[in-house]
């Protein structure tokens, strides 16, 4: 697999300051092929392991690399790993085993024994894919992040003009340090589906977002309203006010079902913008720190 320029030159800065770097390839023969995970470790012995779970239609490591640094730097292990169906080095389908993705990848970290307490972070499905995972698994972690996650993905064409107005280009601007220029333009419709595949065990609806119906329709059956209900750790919940895929709405919803929520909703931020918004990322480390 070809590194892109952003993966290269974070492997490289996590090299040169002494991080540790390991590529993991596991089975999951339920999803029907393998799944690829990086597991990067602190210089000493770390406080704990952040599992980190991608959004649809990317990768382990796209919009991820500045929250990395720093949990890295604050002496945090990082596992981050493909989803089922995505990934260019995977070879799993996105469907209904998905649920057991999480789960899988908890057992990878082998966290438990090295009896280190785990951290979760899901961005958009991931975060949804996530909270489906909360109250079924062994050792549950110690706290949650979900960033944009949704019950039910909105997409249209008012949605994806106002992502890619303003609050991306600010994104971009800011964020251009680990990502370049031209890092953090993210996969939609058959766009950069060749830096990212989606790969779905049932086809797709007609047309070029007819994979949403599909991301859809696997998330009524996760049953995400139940599983929030379930769910006994503490839930850190941050949305963008002008969000269009995953309105506002949702996290409100989610905040009302969580047992233990605090819900962060960033104006001005959109889907994208924000989960890499400075607010939200303090909060999410600060998140981390007070429930370790």
């Known amino acids: 697999m070809i590194e892109l320029g952003y993966e290269r030159a974070f492997r490289e800065w996590a090299g040169r ?4 770097w390991e590529k993991i390839r596991y089975p999951r023969n339920e999803a029907g092929g393998d799944t690829v995970a990086y597991r990067m470790t602190p210089t000493g012995a770390p406080r704990a392991v952040v599992l980190a779970v991608h ?7 796209f919009a991820l690399v500045g929250l990395f640094k720093e949990l890295l730097g604050r002496g945090y292990e990082v596992f981050t790993f493909d989803l089922d169906g995505h990934g260019r080095a995977s070879t799993t389908l996105f469907g209904d085993a998905v649920r057991g993705a999480v789960p ?5 970290t082998g966290a438990a024994q090295r009896g280190l307490p785990v951290h979760a972070i899901g961005i958009s499905l991931g975060g949804a894919i996530l ?3 909360l109250a079924n698994l062994p050792s549950p972690p110690r706290s949650a992040s979900l960033l944009s996650a949704p019950l039910r993905i909105h997409l249209s064409w008012a949605a994806i003009r106002r992502e ?3 609050p991306l280009l600010r994104t971009l601007w800011r964020e251009r340090s680990h990502y370049g220029f031209t890092g953090l333009v993210p996969s939609f419709g058959p766009f950069k589906r060749g830096s990212y595949p989606l790969r779905l065990a049932q086809p797709p609806g007609p047309g070029p977002f007819g994979y949403v119906e599909v991301l859809n329709q696997t998330l009524e059956r996760l049953s995400l309203e139940e599983a929030a209900r379930r ?3 503490p839930v850190l919940l941050a949305y963008g006010r002008r969000d269009l895929l995953v309105p506002a709405e949702q996290a409100e919803r989610l ?3 969580l047992p233990r929520a605090e819900l962060l909703v960033l104006d001005g931020e959109t889907h994208l913008s924000a989960p890499m918004a400075p607010p939200a990322v303090y909060r999410v480390l600060s998140w981390i720190e007070e429930h370790g």
């Open 104 to 108: 899988a990848a908890v057992a990878r």
């Open 164 to 166: 890619v107005g303003k």
């Open 231 to 233: 769910a006994s750790i």
């Open 55 to 61: 959004g649809a239609g990317n990768d382990a490591l």
């Open 17 to 20: 300051a002494g991080y540790g």
């Open 131 to 133: 909270l489906a995972s």
């Open 255 to 257: 905040a009302q079902l």
